[in-house]
Every structure is written in C-alpha cells, then in structure tokens.
C-alpha cells in the first residue's frame, strides 16, 4: 500500500470547520494535507443559508446574552465552558473570516445586516447574499486555502484511521482511481460533516454520511449525544432531495406557520410562537401530519416585502416548483438536518485518543447539548476549527479532562477492524427508509426496537452505507436508553424530561453507551 510523506496536519473534510483548521495551521507553518470525498468546495457548509450567530453589537448584545439563549435552546445539556468559548471567541473569528474576504450583507447606512431566528433573543444573525451564507463563507475559505501551501486530495475518501500504540498517525484511504493509501499525519482533525443522509428526508447533500463518526467508532474513540439529530422544521415538501431548505430566517422577517385550515398554530406550543426553538417546531409539525394524515403543513411568507432581494436562493427554489412567495403558502414538512452528538471533544478539540482531534459537525464539544441555537453550526465550525489548531501549534498531543470529556474514560484506542462490504447487500434506500419510519421526530420504545432490529440485519453494499449504519446503530442505541423527552429527542412513551438522564450516553470501548452524568448543574434557560 502506497504511504504519502508525514505531514504535521491532515484534515478531513473541507467545510468550513477543516478549512479554518487547515488555513490557521499553513498560516502557522505547519505542513498541512487537506482530504475531501469531493471537490473542495463541495461540503454541507455551501447549503447553510440562514447566517451565522454572533454577538457582535455590544450596544444590543453581548457574549452572556448568547450563552444564555444557546444554553436555553440545548435543553440542560450544553456545556457550559463550551458554550461560553463559543459566544466568546465567536465575535471574534467572524471578524477574522471577513478579513479572510468574507462578505457580509450590510444594509442602506453600510453596517452589517442582522436577522434574528428561532430561539435568539435580539437579531444577531449575519447572512450574505441574502441567503446564501454557507456559499459565501466556502468560497471566502476555498480562496484563502488556495493562496496557502497546504496540498488538497480531492476524491479521495477516508476508510479508517490509523491508530499506532494508541496514537492517531492518518488514515487509510483510497484515491480517486480506488487505490488504496496511507496518508500520515501527526496529528489528524476530523471535519467531515453530520450524516443527514440516515433518513429519507434530508437537507444534506448525498455526501453527509457520518464517515468521520463511524471511524471513530471503528477505532474505539469515544462518541456522544448521537440521539439528538435535529430535524429543520421548515424543508419544502417537494420530490428534490437533498430537499430544499427553506431558512428559519424566514420565521424571523415575519413569516408564519399554517395548518391546513389557514390557523397560525405556533402560538399554541411557545411563548416564542414562530420563533420558538427547532425541536419545538419540528414537533409542533409532525404531530399534527400524524394525527391528520397529511403530507406536509404551510408557511406563509406572503407579508415578507421584497422577497426575492432578500432570499434569493429560496426565491430561485421556490419558482422552480411552480410557487410564488408574495402570492402562495410554501409547503413545509421536517427534514433531517444537523447531528448535535459526535466525537466526543474537549475544549481544545482534543478526542480520547492522541493525535485525532474533532471540529463542527462531526464533534461532540458540548456546545449544542440536546438541541443546536439556529445559526450555531457555522460559529462551531469556526472557532473550533481554530482552536484546534491553536492548541497543536503550542504543543497539545492529547486530551484533557475539560468540556465534554469530563467524566469519560479515554480507555486505549486501537487498529480498526473494517467489515468488507457484502456484494447485493443492503442500500442506502432501505437502511433510510427504515431510519425515517421508526427513529424519526417521534419516537417510541416499538419503533426504536424495530428499528435496531432491522439494522442489525443489514448487511452494508458499500463503505458510505456500513458508515451510515454504524452511525444509525449508535443513534438508536442511545435513544432507546434514554427514556426522557429532552431538546431534540422525542419519546411518545416517556413524553416529559427527567433529571435522571441530565448527562450524556457515551460509547466508549463496545457497542452499549455508557452514561456518562453532567459534571455540574445543568443550566437551564
């Protein structure tokens, strides 16, 4: 097997968690390999069209403002450092990313344009090109990377990690042509993403399948709050798929969630009303689908004025199905759309294991708890991204018992043992189907029971597939173990939250979680 030269950083992926890492690590003269399945600018990050949240008006916000909303929203089980670093340091990455050739929107006077969405208390969201924030920050990046030594493996795709005397040293993976490497590092960041791509309905594009988790897993590295996928309330019910997302900042200019009698029912379920934090929404909706057996419900953005200056990325969707914005209700139904759990990080990035660190998407930091703040994800990435970075270039190897790893044991990691896939075996349309029916938005003991009893049949056809089901395994385990309601997980026979479930199920060394319970008391909003 061919092995590529050591490098000091390898970095998976290339949303907007690796390429912060990776620009940071070049600027600071580290050598540096970036390896993406795709093109380089082909990541979840392009599709993110709300903004990023930051507390950059100390006039009208502040840093403790944030944390308490995004502690609200995580349901008692943000950590609280974690989350303190993010609304701290946040202001101050977004303000390095414009100087990075980031454009902002701004309004008439030349100062920054913010929108407010579900569950923020003032507008603090900056957005670019009226909806299109993830393209505008992936092209800024993109650009910076490229004017940097780093060196970029696009098509390539990681198959497992390589784990030394219980050291991460690289990945093994195969080229564009299937050939396989071994691509060294002395140090490795995991930034490959969520894996949206467990469910029929997803805003995720098809390359979201959980690579960087079910490596983990396959390396005994620890993963946690794999449960709490969040289901974005407002996907346009449409056959496309990755399906069209229509952004909650539209819920925050003033559009209004309808039932199919014309009824603005979000009144009903929050104080907030349609501002009302995601999981409340998604369920909000779903609910009333299952009890009227109906397809999707409506959001009314008819009062939003000038449409399509505003959201012209929603406004190009929505003609493209035949619907007018000004005129007509958008059809509107749940879709699967951000993991809140991952490779269990501390505040540094660190995993168990030394030498793989974990940043965005793919990272358990604590900072989204049991229900990730609207327009979060794109700060994660950012500041985690960097930190990362920051603690290699001054001499950090391994873990720390900070943030999320608190309380978990990082026990010996080890060479992974990959399962070939099985020639005719299982598609990716059959694990999701199984997937969206029993472990979707509501939840039961039944459902999550047939759920682990069909995968535990399936036999993967190919490497993204055995990724997904790793990932969907872990997911149902966990959410079969806690028996409580809490942010983003829904459990119809156990409806309320219990404070005895106030940690997180951590998988650790085996296939059953461990809980692992919050180290100090869980704040809640």
Known sequence: MPARPEVDLLVLGSGVAGLSAAIRAARGGCTVTVLTKAALASSATQYAQGGVAAALEEDVDSPALHLSDTISAGAG????????????????????????????????????AYTREGGHSVARIVHAGGDATGAEIERALVSALRATSAAVLERWFALDLLVVDGHAVGVRATDPDGVEHEVRARHTVLATGGAGQCFAVTTNPALSTGDGIAMARRAGVAVADVEFMQFHPTALDHPAMPRPLLSEALRGEGAVLRDETGYAFMADEHPRADLAPRDVVARAITRRLNERDLPHLWLDATAIPDFQTRFPTVSRVTTSVGLDPSRDWLPVAPAAHYLSGGVCTDLDGASTVPGLWACGEVACSGVHGANRLASNSLLDGLVFGTRCVDAILAGKDGPSETGVLR?????????????????????????????????????????????????????????????????????????????????????LDFPDADARFLGRFVFEHGDTPTFVRLPEPAIHG
Do not use: I
């Open 77 to 112: 089980l943000c950590d609280v450092d974690a989350a303190r670093v993010l609304v701290t340091e946040g202001p101050t990455r977004v303000r390095e990313l414009m100087g990075l050739g980031a454009e902002f929107d701004r309004a008439a006077n030349r100062d920054l």
């Open 407 to 491: 309380g978990v044991d990082p026990g010996p990691a080890h060479p992974p043992v990959t399962a070939a896939p099985a020639p005719d075996g299982t598609e990716r349309a059959a694990l999701q189907k199984v997937m969206t029916r029993d472990a979707g938005v509501l939840r039961d003991a039944a459902s999550l029971g047939r759920a682990r009893a069909a995968l535990a049949a399936m036999r993967p056809a190919d490497r993204e597939v055995a990724n997904l089901l790793a990932v969907s395994r872990a997911l149902v385990d966990a959410a079969l173990a806690r028996e409580e309601s809490r942010g983003t997980h829904t459990r």
